[in-house]
């Protein structure tokens, strides 16, 4: 529990209103009780602002002049919001123990508070970080490097030689080091190019439910500082993402590619492999990117929906547009003689 003063105080910000307002959970401003807290970022959602039963919302200076219940004031209330979300999760952080059923090979190096689940298998001459939880059915290859206070949940594989920094999220499925998909074409069928670099996880990184990342044909792929990668991604071999960047699900990145810092990439895009990614880049859900991005901006591809009888007629003249724009070319000539 919270009053909202104690809120306002531990995020360095002010309040009106009754600060002595005891707060146990967020919650939407439709759903919200008066023991809740809740928050307006998305203008779409102002029409609950006077009707809810908050006990607080967390508002903009602006919106709460015109709002006459408690309010915490930000200048950005979603980041507030996720930082005030965290002070009322329940951490159900195990006791640090290793389950009789996990194995350990010779040579592994555990760190102080290490939670190893059962079934999991730490093969020849891991390293785990103190404070770090291995959950349940967790297979760890040789040589792999852990850090510190990371959590690598159910079902997690993680293939040999990989890096993995501190306080690094590894969730149900995902796959860190699987074989990139490197193929040479014979004359008698294809050749497998042997994958022999690994992947390298910086510090503060989130990696979603059954998301493969490749690990490199020669040298590394790699993760920078602060990446979050949502459930189904599949980065390439010798990806390089930079810090901060963000990739929606179902996202799929080819290999060798290098996208920059501080990107925003929506759900399903296709990036092509062997391009560059500038940093600051924003690609909306969808889209399909098949060459180098070199200025910072928002890039979007695919037509919007629409009905089917429309978009049949739009695709048909899209078959034609090079036949139009060739007449175009030749009445331009005709104009210009």
Not at 78 to 99: D, N
Not at 189 to 203: D, F, L
Not at 307 to 314: A, D, E, L, S
């Amino acid at each position: 529990m919270k009053t909202l003063a104690e809120l306002a105080t531990s995020q360095q910000l002010t309040y009106q209103g009754n600060g002595e307002v005891a707060l146990t959970a967020v919650a939407t401003l439709e759903h919200a009780k008066g023991n809740e807290i809740s928050f307006l970022a998305n203008p779409s959602y102002t029409k609950f602002l006077a009707g809810t039963k908050a006990g607080a919302v967390i508002l903009t200076a602006k919106m709460a002049a015109d709002y006459e219940g408690n309010a915490l004031i930000s200048d950005n209330p979603y980041v507030t919001f996720a930082y005030v979300a965290q002070l009322f999760v329940k951490q159900q952080r195990p006791v640090a123990k290793i389950h009789p059923t996990a194995v350990i090979e010779a040579g592994v190096e555990v760190g102080e508070n290490v939670s190893i689940g059962a079934f999991s298998v730490l093969h020849q001459s891991v390293c785990v970080g103190a404070g770090t939880t291995i959950e349940s059915h967790v297979s760890i290859a040789d040589d792999v490097v852990i850090g510190e206070a990371c959590v690598i949940k159910s079902g997690v594989k993680i293939e040999p030689g990989c890096v993995i920094g501190d306080r690094v999220i590894l969730h149900p499925g995902a796959v860190i080091g699987a074989d990139g998909f490197g193929l040479a074409r014979d004359k008698s069928g294809w050749v497998k190019i042997p994958q022999t670099g690994a992947v390298v996880i910086g510090n503060d990184c989130e990696v979603g439910a059954n998301t493969t990342i490749d690990c490199g044909a020669i040298e590394h792929t790699v993760l920078g500082q602060d990446v979050r990668l949502d459930n189904q991604i599949q980065i390439g071999h010798n990806v390089i993402i930079g810090d901060h960047t963000v990739i929606a699900g179902c996202t799929a990145v080819a290999g060798s590619t290098e996208i920059g810092r501080n990107c925003l990439i929506g759900g399903g895009v296709g990036i092509v492999g062997h391009i560059k990614i500038c940093d600051g880049v924003t690609i909306q859900a969808m889209a399909l990117v098949t060459n180098s991005i070199k200025e910072p901006g928002s890039y979007s591809s695919v037509s919007p929906l629409q009905p089917t009888k429309q978009w049949r007629k739009n695709a048909v003249r899209a078959r034609q547009l090079d036949q139009i724009a060739r007449k175009v070319n030749q009445l331009e000539k005709k104009l210009n003689d």
